[in-house]
């Protein structure tokens, strides 16, 4: 436990920021498994429609500093190609 005073409010601070890294994820985990899923029942026209909500979930992500540049873009680029094969 922190004992001094800024140590405390540091703390308070990445609890915080946990929590909304945390939504942001889980955000991003839901569109990335829901667009699998319209793949796997082979619905690519509505995996298509929902790709640029996904990409500006991934963009926001590493603006936030939650992905890094080129893991984004490696998601992004398997989602899309995985649509392009199904």
């Given at each position: 436990?922190?004992?001094t005073q800024?140590?405390?409010?540091?703390?308070?601070?990445?609890?915080?920021?946990?929590?909304?890294?945390?939504a942001k994820?889980?955000?991003?985990?839901?569109?990335?498994?829901?667009?699998?899923?319209?793949?796997?029942?082979?619905?690519?026209?509505?995996?298509?429609?929902?790709?640029?909500?996904?990409?500006?979930?991934?963009?926001?992500?590493?603006?936030t500093g939650?992905?890094?540049?080129?893991?984004?873009?490696?998601?992004?680029?398997?989602?899309?190609?995985?649509?392009?094969?199904?």
């Amino acid at each position: 436990m922190p004992i001094t005073q800024s140590a405390k409010k540091a703390l308070r601070g990445s609890q915080k920021k946990r929590g909304f890294n945390l939504a942001k994820k889980e955000l991003l985990n839901k569109a990335v498994k829901k667009v699998k899923k319209l793949v796997s029942e082979k619905k690519n026209k509505e995996a298509l429609a929902l790709m640029p909500e996904v990409q500006k979930i991934i963009d926001k992500s590493v603006k936030t500093g939650l992905l890094k540049k080129n893991t984004a873009a490696r998601k992004k680029s398997r989602i899309v190609s995985m649509i392009k094969k199904a």
